[in-house]
Structure formats: C-alpha cells, structure tokens
C-alpha cells in the first residue's frame, strides 16, 4: 500500500505543482503544428502576393515545392497553367495557379475528383501601370490567406499519405489572381482542366485562422454537403462548423458552383480584420487550426468516398434561358462599373450611396442580406432585377429599387463579343447597435 501512496504523489505531483497543460497541438501533431506555423511565417514574411506580383510567384514556387516534398504530382507545367488578367486601361498582368492531384484506388472512381483549394494572392500589393511600364505598389501587410495556405499544405502530405483511403482522385490548388474576380479558379475550372464534367464538388479554404471567432461552413444552401456537415455533427469531433445561410466572403468556390459543381467553404475569417492591414502572425490560432484540420480531414474523407454530391440548379445557373444571359463567371472581360471590373466597386459608390433604409423595416429591427439578380445588356443597362433570396418585403423592394436605378456599365464580352451578362450580388441592410 504504500507504494501504491507512492506512485500515486509521483502522478499527481506535477498538477499539484501546477504545470502548465498541453494545448491540443502539443497533444495532436506537434509536427504539424510546426509546419503550419512555418508556412504562416513565410507566406507572411513576403509582404504583399497582389495577382501577378513576385510576391506572389515566390508564394507560388513555396506551394509547388511543399507540394513536391509531400509526394504530390504537380498538373501540368507552369506554361500550361498560367494565364492572363485584364486591367483597367487594357494592361495585361500574368498570374498562375499551383495545383496537385493525389490518385485514388477505386477502379470506378479514381477518375472522379473532389478539388481542394485555397486562394494564393492577398491585397497588399498590386500591379499597375506608370508610364506605360507594370510596376509592383506595396500596401501595409494584409491579412490574406497564409492561414488556407498553410492548411491546404498540410492537408496534401496527410493526403498523400493517407491515399489508401481514397476512393476519388482529390486535386489540390492555389488559386492565382483570386482577387477580386476569382480569375485562377475560372480559369482552373473554364479553360486548363479537361476534367471539369469529373468533378464531383470542391472544398475552399479562405481565412481559417481565427477559429475562436467562429468556424464557419457555407454550401449556398446546397442539401447534400449539408448533410455531411449534420452526419459529422453526431460523431465526435474537435471542433464543428457552424452551417451559415449568407455567404461570408466572395472567394473561389464562386467558380466552381457557376459551372454546376457542389462546393462548400471553409472559413473563420468574418471579422473586421478581413483583408485589411493586420499583423497576421500574431492573429493566427494555431491549436484552432489543428482543430479545423482534423475536422476538414474527416470531411474530406467523407466527400471523397461517399455518394457524388447532386447540384441544384435553381440556385445558380450557367445560363439564364430567360434572358439569354451569360453568367458573370463565363464571361471573358467582366461587366465594368465606372470602368472598375470590381463588383464592390457598384456596391460602395452606388448602390450603398443611394440606398434608403424604410423606415419601418428601422422602427421594427428589420435587417439583413438581400440577394439580387440582374442582367447587364449589351448596351450596359441594367434589367431584369429580382430578389433570389429575400429578408422582407419592405428591404427586398429597395434593394431592388436602387439597383435598378443603376447608370450604364460597360458591358461584358465573351471572346470579343458584347453579350448580355447577368449577375447576383447581397444588398446588405444592417442596423448600427445602440450603446
């Protein structure tokens, strides 16, 4: 017995000593956690990845290379993934995507494939040009992806070496030039993979490194993803996504669900900070992180070896047989406000300038997101306005009164053409708090 006592005071001499207790990384993958904070430092350490600055590059040959140590077979060269994007005043910059795919084993399925992305560019630098020359202008460090970067790194090696398990093939890309129209997952999904018909749905990764101000899922509503994230929400777990009905962030699954493909974001990024100048290392949680990780592993193996996920179409459409409307995402040269190709840009000088909140909707608390339809002509006016998915009546008939209200834009092209272009954007209403 009094060895017993003995080993008992050893056991417990540490807490009551009070030593400090593991955090979940210490306790999960020290490794990874490493690996992670790694890749956080040096995405960071690069300033600003604007689409088509060094930065950028540099951050594109760091993911090619961490994908290359992991075991990942890199798609297709650099010439055969790069493509161009079209500025204001017709200047060209050239950005590219970094993508890897890992093989599957089902003889049915591998030639199936779930795709895994994160956006490669952040806001704190930016091509323009100066007499007629690209030069590179630097902003105070943005808050930009380090965070679904370092993520979508640490998910390849677990991929690779996890591939047993793997029914489908899972591509996983860095997305160039994302900002502001998504242009390397368009490209990705529109013009450089033959395979987009295979595509059973993909998975974003935008700004996961906040996890303790919520982690947050959007699928725009679609049934069959949010059934996987219900089905998970009953197994044991280290953290759960909250199901959200109002997109976080414009980010590249935009791409992916303009073209019929299921997709699901991932992210933890709606706060102030968002993109904005921020000291990025000292924000990032990496135990959340950790957590996030194992909760996106296991949904991801989930995806990848259960039923193809159905696409609903009444939610976002290629085409509109109604107007004979090219979506926003096809079109080749966006539709331009004030000659910006920016959508925010008729959100903030337009639309937010001459919006009148009622009255009612004020003295009654109504507030909230309104998501608009509409179609730019050839001419660049603006018609065919409705409410896809109202708050109430009294702020859906002002958001679309005063999109309606719109002057001319200049209107999209496809392969040189003027075409019709029909767009959707949130017409956000918000009430400011009493103190």
Known sequence: MKILYTLLASFLLPFAAGAQIASYGELYDNEQTADMRAAVEYLSALGGRGAGTSGEASAADYIASAFENAGIELLSSTDDISFG????????????????????????????????????????????????????????????????????????????????????????????????????????????????????????????????????????????????????????????????????????????????????????????????PYDLPSVVEYDNMEREMEYIWNFTLKLVNGSAPAFSPREVRNEAPETGAVAWADCDVKPAFLNNYNPEVFLRKWVYTYLRYPKEAVDEGIQGKVLVDFVIDEKGDVGNVKVLKGVDPLLDQEAVRVVAASPRWKPARVRGKKVKCEMSMYVEFRLKQRK
Request: charge should be neutral; aromatic fraction near 8%; glycine fraction near 10%.
């Open 85 to 276: 994007v079209l500025q204001r005043g017709g200047d060209t910059l050239r950005s590219h995507n970094v993508c890897g795919i890992v093989q599957g084993y089902d003889p049915s399925l591998k030639d199936r494939y779930i795709v895994i992305g994160a956006r490669l560019d952040n806001l704190g630098t930016a091509v323009t040009t100066v007499d007629g020359v690209q030069v590179e202008k630097t902003f105070p460090g943005a808050n930009g992806n380090a965070s679904g970067l370092a993520m979508l790194i640490s998910l390849a090696r677990k991929l690779s070496a996890g591939s047993v398990l793997l029914k489908r093939s899972v591509i996983l890309c860095a997305f160039g030039a994302s900002l502001p129209d998504n242009a390397g997952s368009w490209y990705f999904v529109n013009r450089s993979f033959a395979g987009k018909d295979r595509i059973d749905a993909m998975v974003n990764l935008d700004m996961v490194g906040t996890g303790s101000r919520g982690f947050y899922a959007y699928t725009a509503s679609n049934a069959d993803l949010n059934q996987i994230v219900n089905d998970l929400a009953g197994t044991l777990q280290p953290m759960h996504p909250r199901l959200v009905a109002a997109e976080p962030v414009q980010s590249d699954h935009r791409s992916f669900y303009a073209a019929g493909i299921p997709s699901i974001m991932f992210t933890t990024g709606m706060y102030p900070e968002y993109n904005t």
